[in-house]
């Protein structure tokens, strides 16, 4: 009987050693997906983005001229089947209007832009951000809204009210693709509206 205490509390301790390695272990392997992750993470430089208002006739013009780079671990995008880059526009009023934008071959898209940088013209170079080697890739492209009113006068004085609004954001989502969706990264920027005379 007096071995069977002394045995007991041995047991115990050795089952706790046990389970802290097994936690461990687990742990290491949560790293690895960390890292993966981390290389397919993308950074936003959104700066204010410009929409130019025009009148012809009696329809309302107004061109949004899309001006995003993204940053991305060259790992990362060597590692990436695609990159996605969407815009949300209902923070601002051009959610109101219909809009065309080209496709990669200049062809016009109704209410539609591919969100798949392969598919769209696209600037990457080599830069440095914090010592750290990234890639950076810019999207330059319109965004041509139109509305047609009844006459001139009212499509101008539309065009007049845009030009006042000060508060709009437009929203970017842009995430990696490599035999899964990685997480997205989110950014928001301000609309600045310029009437063309």
């Given at each position: 009987?007096?071995?069977?205490?002394?045995?007991?509390?041995?047991?115990?301790?050795?089952?706790?050693?046990?389970?802290?390695?097994?936690?461990?272990?687990?742990?290491?392997?949560?790293?690895?997906?960390?890292?993966?992750?981390?290389?397919?993470?993308?950074k936003f430089n959104a700066p204010i983005q410009y929409v130019v208002?025009?009148?012809?006739?009696?329809?309302?013009?107004?061109?949004?001229?899309?001006?995003?780079?993204?940053?991305?671990?060259?790992?990362?995008?060597?590692?990436?089947?695609?990159?996605?880059?969407?815009?949300?526009?209902?923070?601002?009023?051009?959610?109101?209007?219909?809009?065309?934008?080209?496709?990669?071959?200049?062809?016009?898209?109704?209410d539609w832009a591919d969100d798949n940088l392969n598919n769209v013209?696209?600037?990457?170079?080599?830069?440095?951000?914090?010592?750290?080697?990234?890639?950076?890739?810019?999207?330059?492209?319109?965004?041509?809204f139109s509305k047609v009113y009844n006459n001139a006068q009212l499509?101008?004085?539309?065009?007049?009210?845009?030009?006042?609004?000060?508060?709009?954001?437009?929203?970017?989502?842009?995430?990696?693709?490599?035999?899964?969706?990685?997480?997205?990264?989110?950014?928001?920027?301000?609309?600045?509206?310029?009437?063309?005379?």
């Amino acid at each position: 009987m007096r071995y069977v205490k002394l045995i007991l509390p041995v047991l115990i301790l050795i089952f706790a050693i046990t389970s802290c390695k097994k936690t461990g272990v687990s742990s290491m392997k949560n790293a690895a997906i960390d890292t993966e992750v981390l290389i397919h993470e993308i950074k936003f430089n959104a700066p204010i983005q410009y929409v130019v208002t025009s009148v012809s006739g009696d329809t309302l013009k107004m061109i949004y001229y899309e001006n995003v780079s993204l940053f991305i671990p060259p790992n990362g995008l060597n590692l990436s089947y695609a990159l996605h880059l969407t815009q949300d526009f209902s923070g601002s009023l051009l959610k109101n209007f219909n809009y065309n934008a080209y496709d990669q071959y200049g062809d016009y898209t109704y209410d539609w832009a591919d969100d798949n940088l392969n598919n769209v013209t696209k600037t990457i170079t080599d830069t440095t951000i914090n010592g750290t080697a990234m890639k950076n890739i810019t999207v330059e492209r319109p965004f041509i809204f139109s509305k047609v009113y009844n006459n001139a006068q009212l499509a101008t004085a539309e065009k007049d009210s845009v030009n006042t609004v000060t508060t709009d954001k437009i929203s970017f989502s842009s995430f990696a693709y490599f035999g899964k969706d990685y997480p997205a990264t989110t950014t928001s920027t301000s609309v600045l509206y310029l009437s063309l005379k």
